[in-house]
């Protein structure tokens, strides 16, 4: 079969392989990754359409939440401090909930690594999309990696500076476009396009589009396989999340070496050879410049677009798919340790052939049983938890509440009846989006009364009061007791606050100050 195709052989290096490790300092080589197509191309297309859809139109969704509130489906409000999720509204004092999503996106990052490896760098990482979606621009101006090397070392043309302009300009405007998307999740999005345009729109706005432009564009565009390999600690972190039975990109070496560009002269003179043709696919469409024969690196990124183009290399050459595949370490160490006769000899690839020249069934498969296991379960466990526990706190929340702050000068005002006279600050929080009247009392502190100030009413034990939607309403109140009741009960009271339409309530239980002669 070797002998009747002709497979393309590329000029292509590992720049930033272990192998040629560059100094920190030195000037970058460029990458000109080729084009791969394939199956996990096609997915990683599909993970793009879906993160950048996601990221670019969800604050053009809009979500009815009746007159008193916004109407954009996800909005930090900063302005009047309140976050915005769809149905759910998150209050200043529920950052608990932000908190809670936080914790389970770590344990989920936990989760996904110890079982299929880097699959968050390779497929959503926003690096790894962003630079996807400039590469699709680099490749549609300049064309596909031979083009794009021969413009690179051309001398400057017309034809050049015009694909650079072109190619630039197109970059700042995603850039723009990424830094413009960002600030429409804190205001609402079409009054803010309009006041961006206009120039109405807040310096603050302005200055936000021009610093993630400024990164997107230097990021995605210039820097690229810098991010990953010199600046984010994920790969470095992600050591420790990794065993045995982690999934990652692998070069099957124990099916693929000894390597030759001439496989059937090398096997007419008697040599062993494995199915690796010395092609360099896998290294011509590496984003990150490396070699993934050379093993497990801290470069790779697990795109699996090495896979697309090796497979595509196998099926030209009538072998099996899989020469580079996501593998497990214990299915990698099996099918070596049959290579190799338990370790005795050299690699020799026939010992995983059966008599028909196929791979045995002794070769060891990746099945998805394989992947989960007790770390799994309990990162999947602990995960449920997190969420089960944030969502009994999120569907029983109160929406109605209550705060008080007892005057610190004076503790008490001795009146001119001998009565005793308290000062508070009580806080009412309506925590919907509807108007509310609110039913305060107190309880527990008998003969006491009250007056709000502001509110025309005498003194009495209860008030009602009206409270804005989805505002917090602050109330001066002073509590008087009469001198001939002080000492018939506890000097500890509650504030309580009713809302009688949906019956929800609260209550808070504050101290009566009296004279240390009175006690
Ligand atoms: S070696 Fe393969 S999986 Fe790793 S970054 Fe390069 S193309 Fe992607
Ligand atoms: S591993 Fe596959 S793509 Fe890479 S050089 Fe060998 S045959 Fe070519």
Known sequence: MLNQVEVERLEAEAVNSAKVRQPLYAARKKIFPKRASGDFRRFKWLVMAITLGIYYLTPWVRWDRGPYAPDQAVLVDLANRRFYFLFIEIWPQEFIFVAGLLVMAGIGLFLVTS?????????????????????????????????????????????KIAKRLVKHGTWLLIAAATGGAWIFYFADAPTLVLDLFTGDAAAIAYITVAVLTATT??????????????????????????????????????????RSRHPKKAAAAGRNVGDCVDCNACVAVCPMGIDIRDGQQLECITCAL??????????????????????????????????????MGPVDPAL???????????????????????????????????????????????????????DRNPQ??????????????VKLLNMIPEPRTLAISLEGLPGA???????????????????????????????KLPKEMIGVGPLSFSFIVDDRASFESDRYTAAFNVPETMK
């Open 115 to 159: 079982t299929v490896g880097r699959a968050w760098c390779g497929y959503t990482c926003p690096q790894t999309v962003w630079v996807d979606l400039f590469l699709v621009v680099e490749r549609a101006i300049e064309g596909d990696r031979n083009a794009r090397m021969k413009l690179d070392v051309a001398p400057w043309s017309i034809d």
């Open 412 to 425: 008490f005002v001795t009146l001119s009846d001998g009565s005793i006279r308290n000062g508070y600050t």
């Open 217 to 258: 564009y230097t990021f995605g565009g210039l820097m690229r396989e810098q991010v990953c390999t010199y600046m984010c600690p994920w790969p470095r972190i992600q050591a420790a999340m990794l065993d045995e039975s982690s999934l990652t990109v692998t070069y099957n070496d124990w099916r693929g070496e000894p």
């Open 449 to 479: 009364m009250m007056t709000i100030v502001g509110v025309d009413q005498p003194e009495g034990t209860s008030y009602s009061v009206p409270v804005e939607p989805d505002r917090l309403k602050m109330l001066k109140v002073f509590v």
């Open 306 to 343: 090495c896979i697309d183009a090796c497979d595509s290399v196998m099926d030209k050459i009538g072998k099996e798919r899989g020469l580079i595949s996501y593998a497990t370490l214990n299915d990698y160490n099996a099918n070596m340790a049959l290579a190799t006769g338990g370790g």
């Open 352 to 406: 995983t052939r059966d008599a028909g020249g196929r791979l045995s069934d002794r070769v060891a498969h990746f099945h998805l049983g394989k992947i989960f296991r007790v770390r799994t379960f309990i990162y999947l466990a602990v995960w449920s938890a997190v969420g089960l526990a944030l969502l009994y706190a999120l569907l029983s929340r109160d929406r109605l509440e209550i705060n008080v702050l007892h």
